[in-house]
Protein backbone atom coordinates (compact mmCIF):
# COMPACT_ATOMS: atom_id res chain seq x y z
CA UNK A 1 0.00 0.00 0.00
CA UNK A 2 3.28 2.52 0.50
CA UNK A 3 4.07 1.93 -2.87
CA UNK A 4 0.63 3.01 -4.21
CA UNK A 5 0.86 6.01 -2.00
CA UNK A 6 3.91 7.09 -3.30
CA UNK A 7 2.99 6.72 -6.59
CA UNK A 8 -0.21 8.64 -5.87
CA UNK A 9 1.64 11.68 -4.22
CA UNK A 10 3.51 11.96 -7.25
CA UNK A 11 0.76 11.49 -9.53
CA UNK A 12 -0.81 14.47 -7.99
CA UNK A 13 1.91 16.60 -7.58
CA UNK A 14 2.12 16.51 -10.99
CA UNK A 15 -1.88 17.16 -11.56
CA UNK A 16 -1.86 20.02 -9.67
CA UNK A 17 1.92 21.88 -9.89
CA UNK A 18 0.64 25.15 -11.96
CA UNK A 19 -2.23 25.82 -9.69
CA UNK A 20 -0.12 26.48 -6.76
CA UNK A 21 1.87 29.29 -9.17
CA UNK A 22 5.31 30.68 -8.48
CA UNK A 23 5.22 29.63 -4.87
CA UNK A 24 6.05 26.10 -4.75
CA UNK A 25 5.54 25.99 -1.09
CA UNK A 26 1.70 24.92 -0.89
CA UNK A 27 2.72 21.73 -2.96
CA UNK A 28 6.08 20.57 -1.63
CA UNK A 29 5.43 21.14 2.04
CA UNK A 30 2.86 18.88 2.36
CA UNK A 31 3.86 16.34 -0.55
CA UNK A 32 7.18 15.95 1.12
CA UNK A 33 5.89 15.77 4.62
CA UNK A 34 3.91 12.87 3.33
CA UNK A 35 6.63 11.11 1.72
CA UNK A 36 8.39 11.25 4.60
CA UNK A 37 6.13 9.72 6.77
CA UNK A 38 5.29 6.99 4.05
CA UNK A 39 8.94 6.48 3.94
CA UNK A 40 9.19 6.20 7.33
CA UNK A 41 6.62 3.75 7.83
CA UNK A 42 7.55 1.38 5.36
CA UNK A 43 11.23 1.51 7.56
CA UNK A 44 9.35 0.56 10.49
CA UNK A 45 6.94 -2.10 8.86
CA UNK A 46 10.47 -3.43 7.52
CA UNK A 47 12.18 -3.59 11.51
CA UNK A 48 9.55 -5.39 12.84
CA UNK A 49 9.25 -8.25 9.87
CA UNK A 50 13.10 -8.55 10.71
CA UNK A 51 12.55 -8.67 14.22
CA UNK A 52 9.59 -11.51 14.06
CA UNK A 53 12.13 -13.17 11.97
CA UNK A 54 9.41 -13.48 9.11
CA UNK A 55 10.35 -14.28 5.83
CA UNK A 56 9.42 -11.63 3.00
CA UNK A 57 8.65 -12.87 -0.73
CA UNK A 58 10.42 -9.72 -1.56
CA UNK A 59 14.03 -8.67 -2.08
CA UNK A 60 13.84 -6.96 1.72
CA UNK A 61 15.89 -4.13 2.59
CA UNK A 62 18.00 -4.28 -0.66
CA UNK A 63 21.27 -1.75 -1.44
CA UNK A 64 23.15 -1.75 -4.07
CA UNK A 65 26.48 0.42 -5.26
CA UNK A 66 24.31 2.84 -6.97
CA UNK A 67 21.81 3.49 -4.12
CA UNK A 68 25.13 3.34 -1.81
CA UNK A 69 26.60 5.90 -4.50
CA UNK A 70 23.08 8.20 -3.84
CA UNK A 71 23.31 8.12 -0.23
CA UNK A 72 26.60 9.21 -0.25
CA UNK A 73 25.67 11.97 -2.63
CA UNK A 74 22.83 12.78 -0.32
CA UNK A 75 25.01 12.51 2.86
CA UNK A 76 27.68 15.08 1.17
CA UNK A 77 24.69 17.81 0.50
CA UNK A 78 23.98 17.85 4.18
CA UNK A 79 27.47 17.96 5.40
CA UNK A 80 28.18 21.25 3.56
CA UNK A 81 24.64 23.01 4.21
CA UNK A 82 26.86 24.99 7.13
CA UNK A 83 29.14 26.23 4.57
CA UNK A 84 26.17 27.21 2.06
CA UNK A 85 25.90 30.58 0.61
CA UNK A 86 21.87 30.81 1.30
CA UNK A 87 21.79 27.25 4.10
CA UNK A 88 17.84 27.31 4.10
CA UNK A 89 17.80 26.56 0.49
CA UNK A 90 19.99 24.09 0.65
CA UNK A 91 17.60 22.92 3.65
CA UNK A 92 14.91 22.74 1.50
CA UNK A 93 16.89 20.88 -1.60
CA UNK A 94 18.29 18.14 0.50
CA UNK A 95 15.06 17.57 1.84
CA UNK A 96 13.68 17.71 -1.56
CA UNK A 97 16.42 15.12 -2.33
CA UNK A 98 15.71 12.76 0.69
CA UNK A 99 11.97 12.87 -0.21
CA UNK A 100 12.85 11.83 -3.78
CA UNK A 101 15.44 9.31 -2.71
CA UNK A 102 13.62 7.89 0.41
CA UNK A 103 10.73 6.81 -2.48
CA UNK A 104 13.30 4.98 -5.08
CA UNK A 105 14.22 2.82 -2.18
CA UNK A 106 11.20 2.41 -1.46
CA UNK A 107 10.37 1.68 -4.37
CA UNK A 108 13.27 -0.52 -5.49
CA UNK A 109 12.67 -3.09 -2.99
CA UNK A 110 9.05 -3.72 -3.47
CA UNK A 111 8.17 -3.38 -6.94
CA UNK A 112 10.14 -6.61 -7.57
CA UNK A 113 7.93 -8.25 -10.26
CA UNK A 114 6.68 -7.66 -13.61
CA UNK A 115 3.05 -8.23 -12.13
CA UNK A 116 3.26 -5.62 -9.78
CA UNK A 117 5.17 -2.63 -12.21
CA UNK A 118 3.33 -3.92 -15.00
CA UNK A 119 0.34 -2.69 -12.87
CA UNK A 120 1.70 0.92 -11.22
CA UNK A 121 2.67 1.70 -14.64
CA UNK A 122 -0.42 0.96 -16.31
CA UNK A 123 -2.08 3.45 -13.63
CA UNK A 124 0.89 6.40 -14.55
CA UNK A 125 0.34 5.50 -17.90
CA UNK A 126 -4.00 6.29 -18.03
CA UNK A 127 -3.26 9.73 -15.83
CA UNK A 128 -0.44 11.36 -17.48
CA UNK A 129 -2.74 10.18 -21.21
CA UNK A 130 -5.49 12.14 -19.15
CA UNK A 131 -3.33 15.06 -18.28
CA UNK A 132 -2.19 15.14 -21.76
CA UNK A 133 -6.19 15.42 -23.34
CA UNK A 134 -7.41 17.95 -20.91
CA UNK A 135 -3.68 19.96 -22.00
CA UNK A 136 -4.94 19.63 -25.88
CA UNK A 137 -8.57 21.18 -25.05
CA UNK A 138 -7.41 23.75 -22.92
CA UNK A 139 -4.75 24.74 -24.89
CA UNK A 140 -8.00 25.82 -27.63
CA UNK A 141 -10.16 26.35 -25.55
CA UNK A 142 -8.99 28.79 -22.48
CA UNK A 143 -5.37 28.66 -22.26
CA UNK A 144 -5.44 30.84 -19.65
CA UNK A 145 -6.77 28.95 -17.17
CA UNK A 146 -5.93 25.44 -15.60
CA UNK A 147 -8.10 23.72 -13.34
CA UNK A 148 -10.04 25.78 -11.86
CA UNK A 149 -8.00 28.89 -11.57
CA UNK A 150 -6.48 31.50 -13.74
CA UNK A 151 -2.59 30.67 -14.84
CA UNK A 152 -0.11 32.38 -12.59
CA UNK A 153 2.04 33.77 -15.84
CA UNK A 154 1.54 34.02 -19.19
CA UNK A 155 4.95 34.32 -19.90
CA UNK A 156 4.70 30.79 -22.22
CA UNK A 157 1.41 31.95 -24.04
CA UNK A 158 0.76 30.01 -27.15
CA UNK A 159 2.53 26.70 -25.85
CA UNK A 160 0.83 23.91 -24.85
CA UNK A 161 1.41 23.35 -20.90
CA UNK A 162 -1.41 21.28 -19.29
CA UNK A 163 -1.34 21.34 -15.45
CA UNK A 164 2.14 22.60 -15.48
CA UNK A 165 3.35 26.45 -15.25
CA UNK A 166 6.27 25.84 -17.84
CA UNK A 167 5.92 23.58 -21.00
CA UNK A 168 8.75 22.56 -20.66
CA UNK A 169 8.57 20.17 -17.83
CA UNK A 170 5.59 18.77 -19.14
CA UNK A 171 7.10 17.72 -22.39
CA UNK A 172 9.69 16.14 -19.89
CA UNK A 173 6.71 13.95 -17.85
CA UNK A 174 5.77 13.43 -21.68
CA UNK A 175 9.34 12.05 -23.31
CA UNK A 176 9.85 9.94 -20.37
CA UNK A 177 6.88 7.36 -20.98
CA UNK A 178 7.36 7.07 -24.87
CA UNK A 179 9.88 4.31 -24.28
CA UNK A 180 7.71 2.59 -22.32
CA UNK A 181 4.73 2.80 -24.55
CA UNK A 182 6.99 0.98 -27.13
CA UNK A 183 8.29 -1.90 -25.44
CA UNK A 184 4.83 -2.78 -24.20
CA UNK A 185 3.88 -3.38 -27.87
CA UNK A 186 6.26 -6.09 -27.89
CA UNK A 187 6.27 -8.19 -24.12
CA UNK A 188 3.48 -10.80 -24.67
CA UNK A 189 2.58 -10.87 -20.63
CA UNK A 190 1.25 -7.22 -21.41
CA UNK A 191 -2.42 -8.05 -22.24
CA UNK A 192 -4.52 -6.79 -25.75
CA UNK A 193 -6.18 -3.87 -23.56
CA UNK A 194 -2.42 -2.55 -22.05
CA UNK A 195 -0.95 -2.62 -25.13
CA UNK A 196 -3.73 -0.59 -26.87
CA UNK A 197 -3.68 1.68 -23.91
CA UNK A 198 -0.09 2.15 -24.64
CA UNK A 199 -0.27 2.51 -28.60
CA UNK A 200 -3.08 4.78 -28.00
CA UNK A 201 -1.53 6.90 -25.44
CA UNK A 202 2.16 7.12 -28.14
CA UNK A 203 -0.14 8.45 -30.50
CA UNK A 204 -1.73 10.89 -28.20
CA UNK A 205 1.28 11.87 -26.75
CA UNK A 206 2.96 13.30 -30.29
CA UNK A 207 0.74 16.23 -30.13
CA UNK A 208 0.54 17.87 -27.12
CA UNK A 209 4.46 16.97 -26.84
CA UNK A 210 4.41 19.07 -30.47
CA UNK A 211 2.29 21.62 -29.02
CA UNK A 212 4.43 22.19 -25.78
CA UNK A 213 7.44 23.61 -28.45
CA UNK A 214 10.20 22.41 -26.10
CA UNK A 215 13.00 22.54 -28.14
CA UNK A 216 14.66 20.02 -25.22
CA UNK A 217 11.17 18.00 -25.31
CA UNK A 218 11.47 17.20 -29.17
CA UNK A 219 15.42 16.72 -29.11
CA UNK A 220 15.13 14.60 -25.60
CA UNK A 221 12.34 12.28 -27.02
CA UNK A 222 14.21 11.71 -30.83
CA UNK A 223 17.32 10.88 -28.05
CA UNK A 224 15.06 8.14 -26.13
CA UNK A 225 13.77 6.81 -28.78
CA UNK A 226 16.58 6.90 -30.99
CA UNK A 227 18.63 4.99 -28.41
CA UNK A 228 15.61 2.44 -27.73
CA UNK A 229 15.77 1.31 -31.40
CA UNK A 230 19.79 1.22 -31.59
CA UNK A 231 19.31 -1.52 -27.92
CA UNK A 232 16.74 -3.35 -29.96
CA UNK A 233 18.85 -4.15 -33.12
CA UNK A 234 21.76 -4.70 -30.71
CA UNK A 235 19.86 -7.62 -29.06
CA UNK A 236 18.50 -8.80 -32.67
CA UNK A 237 22.08 -8.75 -34.16
CA UNK A 238 24.66 -7.41 -34.17
CA UNK A 239 25.35 -6.37 -38.39
CA UNK A 240 21.45 -5.01 -37.49
CA UNK A 241 22.63 -2.51 -34.74
CA UNK A 242 25.67 -0.88 -37.21
CA UNK A 243 22.89 -0.70 -39.94
CA UNK A 244 20.51 1.32 -37.52
CA UNK A 245 23.69 3.17 -36.24
CA UNK A 246 23.71 4.68 -39.47
CA UNK A 247 19.81 4.91 -40.16
CA UNK A 248 18.47 6.22 -37.05
CA UNK A 249 20.65 9.62 -37.05
CA UNK A 250 20.10 9.93 -40.49
CA UNK A 251 16.50 9.49 -39.65
CA UNK A 252 16.43 11.94 -36.99
CA UNK A 253 18.34 15.06 -38.59
CA UNK A 254 15.68 13.58 -41.58
CA UNK A 255 12.42 14.48 -39.03
CA UNK A 256 14.62 17.92 -38.13
CA UNK A 257 15.12 19.05 -41.59
CA UNK A 258 11.28 18.67 -42.35
CA UNK A 259 10.31 20.07 -39.38
CA UNK A 260 12.32 23.12 -39.92
CA UNK A 261 11.01 23.43 -43.97
CA UNK A 262 7.51 22.37 -43.75
CA UNK A 263 5.97 23.45 -40.04
CA UNK A 264 5.68 26.85 -38.99
CA UNK A 265 5.79 26.21 -34.96
CA UNK A 266 9.07 24.24 -35.74
CA UNK A 267 10.60 27.18 -37.78
CA UNK A 268 9.82 29.80 -35.19
CA UNK A 269 11.10 27.51 -32.56
CA UNK A 270 14.30 26.79 -34.19
CA UNK A 271 15.03 30.11 -35.46
CA UNK A 272 17.42 31.16 -33.21
CA UNK A 273 19.25 27.93 -32.59
CA UNK A 274 20.29 28.44 -36.16
CA UNK A 275 21.06 31.90 -36.58
CA UNK A 276 23.27 31.18 -33.19
CA UNK A 277 24.94 28.62 -34.64
CA UNK A 278 25.54 30.91 -38.15
CA UNK A 279 27.21 33.34 -35.28
CA UNK A 280 24.49 36.07 -36.40
CA UNK A 281 23.03 35.75 -32.55
CA UNK A 282 22.34 39.50 -30.92
CA UNK A 283 22.37 40.90 -27.46
CA UNK A 284 19.26 38.71 -25.68
CA UNK A 285 16.77 41.34 -23.96
CA UNK A 286 14.50 38.54 -23.31
CA UNK A 287 14.30 34.81 -21.62
CA UNK A 288 13.47 33.92 -25.44
CA UNK A 289 16.56 35.38 -26.60
CA UNK A 290 18.54 33.25 -28.98
CA UNK A 291 21.48 33.57 -26.90
CA UNK A 292 20.09 33.29 -23.53
CA UNK A 293 21.49 29.71 -22.69
CA UNK A 294 25.17 30.00 -24.25
CA UNK A 295 25.60 33.70 -22.51
CA UNK A 296 24.43 32.04 -18.85
CA UNK A 297 26.37 29.13 -19.04
CA UNK A 298 29.36 31.18 -19.83
CA UNK A 299 29.02 33.35 -16.44
CA UNK A 300 27.89 30.05 -14.84
CA UNK A 301 31.36 28.96 -15.84
CA UNK A 302 32.98 31.99 -13.82
CA UNK A 303 30.83 31.31 -10.76
CA UNK A 304 32.14 27.51 -10.56
CA UNK A 305 35.55 28.64 -10.78
CA UNK A 306 35.35 30.58 -7.96
CA UNK A 307 33.99 27.55 -6.02
CA UNK A 308 35.36 24.84 -7.81
CA UNK A 309 35.68 22.08 -4.91
CA UNK A 310 32.90 22.61 -2.24
CA UNK A 311 30.70 25.09 -4.37
CA UNK A 312 28.19 27.71 -3.34
CA UNK A 313 25.94 25.46 -1.56
CA UNK A 314 22.79 23.30 -2.23
CA UNK A 315 19.79 25.92 -4.01
CA UNK A 316 22.48 28.60 -3.69
CA UNK A 317 22.29 29.29 -7.65
CA UNK A 318 19.28 31.53 -7.99
CA UNK A 319 21.01 33.96 -5.50
CA UNK A 320 24.74 33.41 -6.31
CA UNK A 321 24.58 33.86 -9.89
CA UNK A 322 23.09 36.99 -10.47
CA UNK A 323 26.69 38.49 -9.62
CA UNK A 324 28.33 36.36 -12.31
CA UNK A 325 25.84 37.96 -14.34
CA UNK A 326 27.86 39.86 -17.63
CA UNK A 327 26.81 38.33 -20.84
CA UNK A 328 23.24 38.34 -20.73
CA UNK A 329 21.83 40.83 -20.12
CA UNK A 330 17.89 40.87 -20.66
CA UNK A 331 16.58 43.81 -18.76
CA UNK A 332 15.35 42.42 -14.92
CA UNK A 333 15.51 38.83 -15.97
CA UNK A 334 16.94 36.47 -13.07
CA UNK A 335 16.69 33.02 -13.64
CA UNK A 336 16.95 30.50 -10.78
CA UNK A 337 18.41 28.08 -12.87
CA UNK A 338 21.50 28.31 -15.98
CA UNK A 339 18.93 25.57 -17.96
CA UNK A 340 22.01 23.01 -17.98
CA UNK A 341 21.54 20.66 -14.81
CA UNK A 342 25.46 20.02 -14.83
CA UNK A 343 26.79 23.20 -15.06
CA UNK A 344 24.20 23.83 -11.87
CA UNK A 345 25.52 20.86 -9.48
CA UNK A 346 28.87 22.24 -10.43
CA UNK A 347 28.20 25.09 -9.43
CA UNK A 348 26.17 24.43 -6.12
CA UNK A 349 27.98 21.47 -5.35
CA UNK A 350 31.14 21.63 -6.58
CA UNK A 351 33.38 19.25 -8.61
CA UNK A 352 33.16 16.90 -5.46
CA UNK A 353 29.20 16.85 -5.42
CA UNK A 354 29.02 16.87 -9.30
CA UNK A 355 31.16 13.10 -9.10
CA UNK A 356 29.32 11.53 -6.56
CA UNK A 357 26.01 12.84 -8.32
CA UNK A 358 27.42 11.47 -11.42
CA UNK A 359 28.77 8.46 -10.01
CA UNK A 360 25.10 7.51 -9.00
CA UNK A 361 23.33 8.29 -12.22
CA UNK A 362 25.68 6.71 -14.26
CA UNK A 363 26.10 3.54 -12.11
CA UNK A 364 22.15 3.30 -12.05
CA UNK A 365 22.12 3.86 -15.65
CA UNK A 366 24.97 1.35 -15.63
CA UNK A 367 23.05 -1.47 -14.01
CA UNK A 368 19.88 -0.90 -16.03
CA UNK A 369 21.59 -2.17 -19.10
CA UNK A 370 23.65 -4.57 -17.73
CA UNK A 371 20.24 -6.45 -15.90
CA UNK A 372 19.01 -6.41 -19.08
CA UNK A 373 21.37 -7.43 -21.85
CA UNK A 374 21.70 -10.34 -18.82
CA UNK A 375 18.28 -11.27 -18.58
CA UNK A 376 16.64 -14.25 -19.88
CA UNK A 377 13.24 -12.92 -19.08
CA UNK A 378 12.34 -10.46 -22.67
CA UNK A 379 9.61 -8.87 -20.33
CA UNK A 380 12.84 -7.98 -17.64
CA UNK A 381 15.40 -6.94 -20.53
CA UNK A 382 12.96 -4.76 -22.79
CA UNK A 383 11.54 -2.60 -19.50
CA UNK A 384 15.57 -2.65 -18.65
CA UNK A 385 16.38 -1.22 -21.83
CA UNK A 386 13.13 1.46 -22.05
CA UNK A 387 14.83 2.84 -18.60
CA UNK A 388 17.90 2.89 -20.05
CA UNK A 389 16.64 5.10 -22.89
CA UNK A 390 14.57 7.03 -20.52
CA UNK A 391 17.66 7.75 -18.49
CA UNK A 392 19.70 9.25 -21.62
CA UNK A 393 16.51 11.15 -22.81
CA UNK A 394 16.45 13.01 -19.48
CA UNK A 395 20.01 13.63 -20.06
CA UNK A 396 20.01 14.83 -23.44
CA UNK A 397 17.03 16.89 -21.97
CA UNK A 398 18.97 18.43 -18.80
CA UNK A 399 21.54 19.91 -20.68
CA UNK A 400 18.81 22.43 -21.72
CA UNK A 401 16.80 22.54 -18.84
CA UNK A 402 16.20 21.61 -14.85
CA UNK A 403 13.92 18.62 -14.88
CA UNK A 404 15.66 16.85 -11.58
CA UNK A 405 14.94 20.10 -9.44
CA UNK A 406 10.95 19.93 -10.32
CA UNK A 407 9.87 17.12 -7.77
CA UNK A 408 6.71 15.26 -9.85
CA UNK A 409 9.57 14.92 -12.56
CA UNK A 410 11.96 13.77 -10.29
CA UNK A 411 9.51 11.22 -8.76
CA UNK A 412 7.92 9.46 -12.01
CA UNK A 413 11.50 9.66 -12.76
CA UNK A 414 12.66 7.57 -9.57
CA UNK A 415 9.24 5.42 -10.22
CA UNK A 416 9.89 4.15 -13.75
CA UNK A 417 13.87 3.47 -13.24
CA UNK A 418 13.49 1.33 -9.73
CA UNK A 419 9.86 -0.61 -11.31
CA UNK A 420 12.43 -1.72 -14.12
CA UNK A 421 15.62 -2.02 -12.42
CA UNK A 422 13.81 -4.34 -8.89
CA UNK A 423 12.38 -6.74 -11.09
CA UNK A 424 15.73 -7.80 -12.91
CA UNK A 425 17.40 -7.76 -9.58
CA UNK A 426 15.36 -10.14 -7.96
CA UNK A 427 15.17 -12.67 -11.22
CA UNK A 428 18.92 -12.48 -11.32
CA UNK A 429 19.37 -12.31 -7.94
CA UNK A 430 21.65 -9.57 -7.91
CA UNK A 431 24.67 -8.88 -5.50
CA UNK A 432 24.32 -6.28 -2.81
CA UNK A 433 23.68 -5.83 0.48
CA UNK A 434 20.85 -6.49 2.46
CA UNK A 435 19.74 -5.41 5.70
CA UNK A 436 18.99 -8.61 7.44
CA UNK A 437 19.43 -7.76 11.01
CA UNK A 438 16.74 -6.11 12.88
CA UNK A 439 19.03 -3.06 14.57
CA UNK A 440 19.96 -2.04 11.23
CA UNK A 441 15.94 -1.76 9.82
CA UNK A 442 15.42 0.26 13.62
CA UNK A 443 18.62 2.27 13.02
CA UNK A 444 17.06 3.22 9.66
CA UNK A 445 14.06 4.24 10.77
CA UNK A 446 15.14 6.34 13.29
CA UNK A 447 16.99 7.91 11.25
CA UNK A 448 14.09 8.44 8.83
CA UNK A 449 12.28 9.71 11.62
CA UNK A 450 15.04 12.48 12.31
CA UNK A 451 14.62 13.85 8.42
CA UNK A 452 10.77 13.48 9.18
CA UNK A 453 10.82 15.39 12.22
CA UNK A 454 13.70 17.90 10.40
CA UNK A 455 11.19 18.42 7.16
CA UNK A 456 8.19 19.55 9.52
CA UNK A 457 10.16 21.93 11.28
CA UNK A 458 11.48 23.41 8.06
CA UNK A 459 8.11 22.96 5.42
CA UNK A 460 6.19 24.33 8.81
CA UNK A 461 8.69 27.48 8.99
CA UNK A 462 8.51 27.89 4.82
CA UNK A 463 4.67 27.51 5.35
CA UNK A 464 4.08 30.11 8.04
CA UNK A 465 6.31 32.56 5.61
CA UNK A 466 4.29 32.02 2.41
CA UNK A 467 0.99 32.87 4.29
CA UNK A 468 2.40 35.66 5.97
CA UNK A 469 3.19 37.02 2.26
CA UNK A 470 0.15 36.09 0.96
CA UNK A 471 -1.99 38.31 3.73
CA UNK A 472 1.02 41.06 3.08
CA UNK A 473 0.17 41.41 -0.76
CA UNK A 474 -3.57 40.36 -0.20
CA UNK A 475 -4.24 42.71 2.47
CA UNK A 476 -1.78 45.28 3.77
CA UNK A 477 -4.15 46.45 6.20
CA UNK A 478 -3.41 42.74 8.41
CA UNK A 479 -0.07 43.73 8.93
CA UNK A 480 -0.52 42.45 12.55
CA UNK A 481 -1.24 39.22 11.70
CA UNK A 482 1.65 39.13 8.93
CA UNK A 483 4.01 39.96 11.54
CA UNK A 484 2.92 36.82 14.00
CA UNK A 485 3.51 34.24 11.13
CA UNK A 486 7.09 35.80 10.39
CA UNK A 487 7.50 35.68 14.06
CA UNK A 488 6.73 32.01 14.48
CA UNK A 489 8.24 31.24 11.31
CA UNK A 490 11.86 32.24 12.44
CA UNK A 491 11.19 30.62 15.67
CA UNK A 492 10.88 27.21 13.90
CA UNK A 493 13.78 27.92 11.82
CA UNK A 494 16.10 31.01 12.73
CA UNK A 495 17.96 29.95 8.95
CA UNK A 496 14.70 31.19 7.03
CA UNK A 497 15.90 33.99 5.65
CA UNK A 498 12.29 35.18 3.22
CA UNK A 499 10.61 35.40 6.94
CA UNK A 500 12.89 37.77 8.43
CA UNK A 501 13.17 39.57 4.96
CA UNK A 502 8.72 39.82 4.83
CA UNK A 503 9.06 40.73 8.23
CA UNK A 504 10.58 43.99 6.87
CA UNK A 505 8.43 43.94 4.55
CA UNK A 506 5.75 44.44 6.81
CA UNK A 507 7.10 46.78 9.26
CA UNK A 508 8.17 49.55 5.93
CA UNK A 509 4.71 49.40 5.74
CA UNK A 510 3.60 49.99 9.26
CA UNK A 511 6.41 52.76 9.13
CA UNK A 512 5.55 54.67 6.15
CA UNK A 513 1.76 54.98 7.61
CA UNK A 514 2.35 55.66 11.16
CA UNK A 515 1.41 59.84 11.83
CA UNK A 516 3.92 60.24 14.67
CA UNK A 517 7.52 60.80 14.20
CA UNK A 518 8.83 59.08 17.32
CA UNK A 519 6.60 55.91 16.29
CA UNK A 520 8.09 56.16 12.80
CA UNK A 521 11.50 55.89 14.43
CA UNK A 522 10.94 53.30 16.53
CA UNK A 523 9.36 51.00 13.62
CA UNK A 524 12.11 51.70 11.74
CA UNK A 525 15.01 50.29 14.12
CA UNK A 526 12.76 47.00 14.40
CA UNK A 527 12.67 47.32 10.50
CA UNK A 528 16.49 47.19 10.39
CA UNK A 529 16.73 44.71 13.19
CA UNK A 530 14.86 42.30 10.71
CA UNK A 531 16.95 42.99 7.41
CA UNK A 532 20.09 42.25 9.32
CA UNK A 533 19.11 39.11 10.31
CA UNK A 534 17.44 38.39 6.67
CA UNK A 535 20.82 39.98 5.52
CA UNK A 536 22.99 37.32 7.49
CA UNK A 537 21.42 34.26 6.30
CA UNK A 538 20.85 35.52 2.90
CA UNK A 539 23.51 38.20 1.63
CA UNK A 540 22.83 37.94 -1.82
CA UNK A 541 19.20 39.62 -1.81
CA UNK A 542 19.10 42.73 -3.45
CA UNK A 543 15.55 43.62 -1.72
CA UNK A 544 17.36 42.74 1.55
CA UNK A 545 20.06 45.32 0.62
CA UNK A 546 17.32 47.61 -1.14
CA UNK A 547 15.49 47.38 2.34
CA UNK A 548 18.46 47.66 4.70
CA UNK A 549 19.91 50.79 2.29
CA UNK A 550 16.62 51.98 2.70
CA UNK A 551 16.37 52.00 6.83
CA UNK A 552 19.58 53.37 7.22
CA UNK A 553 19.25 56.43 5.30
CA UNK A 554 15.63 57.07 6.74
CA UNK A 555 17.10 56.85 10.01
CA UNK A 556 20.13 58.81 8.89
CA UNK A 557 17.41 61.73 8.13
CA UNK A 558 16.47 61.58 11.82
CA UNK A 559 19.37 61.22 14.34
CA UNK A 560 20.82 64.00 16.11
CA UNK A 561 23.94 62.52 17.02
CA UNK A 562 26.07 63.67 13.90
CA UNK A 563 28.64 60.74 13.84
CA UNK A 564 25.77 58.33 14.38
CA UNK A 565 23.96 59.96 11.37
CA UNK A 566 26.81 59.46 9.62
CA UNK A 567 27.46 56.39 9.56
CA UNK A 568 23.87 55.53 9.31
CA UNK A 569 24.55 57.60 6.09
CA UNK A 570 27.37 55.80 4.75
CA UNK A 571 25.86 52.37 5.54
CA UNK A 572 22.95 53.40 3.33
CA UNK A 573 24.56 54.27 0.58
CA UNK A 574 26.62 50.98 0.65
CA UNK A 575 23.74 48.51 1.05
CA UNK A 576 22.13 50.36 -1.90
CA UNK A 577 25.08 50.33 -4.14
CA UNK A 578 26.01 46.49 -3.28
CA UNK A 579 21.86 45.99 -4.21
CA UNK A 580 23.07 47.20 -7.35
CA UNK A 581 25.95 44.94 -8.13
CA UNK A 582 23.96 41.82 -7.43
CA UNK A 583 21.02 43.23 -10.22
CA UNK A 584 23.09 45.09 -12.59
CA UNK A 585 20.56 45.35 -15.25
CA UNK A 586 17.85 46.03 -12.86
CA UNK A 587 16.44 49.52 -13.51
CA UNK A 588 14.66 49.76 -10.21
CA UNK A 589 17.60 49.51 -8.06
CA UNK A 590 19.33 51.99 -9.99
CA UNK A 591 16.33 54.10 -9.53
CA UNK A 592 16.63 53.83 -6.12
CA UNK A 593 20.41 54.74 -5.18
CA UNK A 594 19.66 57.36 -7.82
CA UNK A 595 16.78 58.96 -5.71
CA UNK A 596 18.67 58.71 -2.60
CA UNK A 597 21.62 60.02 -3.79
CA UNK A 598 19.94 62.97 -5.53
CA UNK A 599 18.04 64.02 -1.63
CA UNK A 600 21.33 63.70 -0.17
CA UNK A 601 23.05 66.14 -2.62
CA UNK A 602 25.35 63.11 -3.96
CA UNK A 603 24.96 64.87 -7.37
CA UNK A 604 27.60 63.12 -9.27
CA UNK A 605 27.27 59.86 -8.45
CA UNK A 606 23.36 59.95 -8.73
CA UNK A 607 23.66 61.11 -12.02
CA UNK A 608 25.96 57.84 -13.02
CA UNK A 609 23.34 55.86 -11.18
CA UNK A 610 20.14 57.29 -13.38
CA UNK A 611 22.35 57.30 -16.23
CA UNK A 612 23.15 53.52 -15.84
CA UNK A 613 18.96 52.99 -15.35
CA UNK A 614 18.89 54.67 -18.94
CA UNK A 615 20.67 52.28 -20.83
CA UNK A 616 18.53 49.29 -19.09
CA UNK A 617 15.39 51.47 -19.40
CA UNK A 618 15.09 54.89 -20.76
CA UNK A 619 11.73 56.04 -18.87
CA UNK A 620 10.06 59.45 -18.71
CA UNK A 621 11.06 59.46 -14.91
CA UNK A 622 15.02 59.27 -15.53
CA UNK A 623 15.30 61.03 -18.49
CA UNK A 624 13.36 64.31 -16.23
CA UNK A 625 15.96 63.40 -12.96
CA UNK A 626 18.74 62.76 -15.67
CA UNK A 627 17.90 66.33 -16.93
CA UNK A 628 17.60 68.02 -13.60
CA UNK A 629 21.09 66.55 -12.73
CA UNK A 630 23.37 67.53 -15.09
CA UNK A 631 21.96 71.36 -14.63
CA UNK A 632 23.20 70.97 -10.75
CA UNK A 633 26.21 69.36 -11.98
CA UNK A 634 27.36 71.86 -14.74
Given at each position: ??T??L??L??L???F?G???????????P????NH???L???????????A?E??????C?????TI??????I???????????????????????????AF?V??????S????R????L??????????????I???A?E?I?????Y???????L?ST?????????L??M????F??WL??????????G??L???I???????????R??W????AS??????L???R???K?????L??I????S???VA??????????????????L????EE??????R??RP???M???E??GD???W???P???????????N?????????G???????E??AD??W??????????LG?L???LR???????????????A???????T???????????IY????????L?????A???????AR???????W????????????????????????L??????RF?????S???????T??????D????R???????T????RY??????E??A???R????YQ???????K??EI?A??????LF??H?E???S???H?KVQ?L???R????L?K??D???????????????Y??AL??F?R??????????????K?L????L
Open positions: MIFFLSSISFLFVVGEDKTWLLAAMVLVLVGWWVGKARQLSGKHGSVGYFSIDCWLLFLYGIAIIPFSTVPFESKLELLFLGSVFGIWRNEVTFKESVYVALFGVVLICALYGLVHFKPQLWTERTDAYEGRRYICPNHFAHLQLMPFVVFIKQVGVTLKLAYSFAFLPPLFLTESAGLGTLVGVLGLFAWKSKLFWVMIVPLLGSLLGYHYSETFQRRMEPVVTFEGQAGIGSESDFQTWDTLMIEPVGHGGAYRYTYPEYRRFRGQRIVTHPHNEYLLAYGVGFSLFGLAWTFKCLASRSTEVRHSFVGIAFAMGIGMVHSFFDFQMHPNAMVFAFMASSIPMERHQKGWHLKRPMAWMAAAICLGSLLWCVQVMASASRAEADRVAVKSNDNTLQLTRAVQLESNWAHRTMGSLYDLYALDMSKVIAEELKACAYEHNPDPCGLGKVYLHHKEGIANYGAYLEACSRYNLYWWVLGSELRDLGEDEEAEASKIKNSASIRANIWKERV
